[in-house]
């Protein structure tokens, strides 16, 4: 009986015989040791590498840009259908560089083989990512406390002439004797500024 199902079961089965090559998810072994959304970086001698040298002007721009620049660069995917120096099938990654977290330049793409790519951080560790120098501001962090410097008294937009001038309804400002208290105000009635309308 047993025999007669497994006849059965290999004839229904035979009809879904795959014809063409089936899409396999990404694995390190398949792609070269890096998948997307790996942090890479080129390896030393890429700028003097025979694939390089065979790139068009370009590209060869674009290669030496990304190499020398401080932005975090990612594998945005992977390329099976080259072939390598040898002739053979080879492996490329597409490298991007990061232009803000999580955000891959879709102009900076460029194709190199996955044995000029070294890995950095996988996909998991993406949080890990330096801060480039390029997307830092000037430092601003003062710890001790500085009076504001007040710019020249010709200035108009200065916060001198903002503060101490007036018109007075005369159509031109002059100077008023008004200033910014330096200390804490008392009430006329020496209370709170609530007593006037509080039980």
């Not at 053979?88 to 232009?99: F, N, Q, V």
């Not at 916060?159 to 200033?179: F, I, R, V, Y």
Request: hydrophobic residues 30%.
């Amino acid at each position: 009986m047993s025999n007669k199902f497994n006849e059965s079961y290999k004839q229904a089965m035979a009809r879904f015989v795959l014809t063409t090559e089936a899409k396999i998810s990404h694995n390190r072994e398949r792609t070269g040791g890096v998948i997307p959304g790996d942090r890479v970086k080129f390896i030393e001698k890429i700028l003097s590498s025979k694939w390089f040298k065979s790139q068009p002007n370009n590209v060869q721009e674009l290669m030496k840009e990304l190499h020398n620049g401080d932005l975090n660069l990612f594998v945005d995917g992977i390329d099976s259908t080259g072939s390598d120096e040898a002739g053979g099938r080879g492996i490329h990654a597409i490298i991007a560089r990061e232009l803000a977290p999580g955000f891959q330049c879709p102009h900076s793409q460029v194709t190199v083989p996955a044995e000029l790519v070294e890995m950095i951080a996988s996909t998991g560790d993406r949080h890990t990512a330096p801060i480039p120098d390029s997307w830092r501001g000037p430092e601003r962090v003062t710890i001790k406390p500085e009076p504001v410097k007040l710019e020249s008294d010709d200035v108009v937009n200065s916060p001198e002439e903002q503060t101490t001038m007036a018109d007075a309804g005369k159509g031109k400002l002059h100077k008023t004797d008004s200033s910014l208290p330096v200390k804490n105000t008392s009430w006329a009635k020496g209370g709170s500024y609530t007593t006037d309308y509080l039980p």
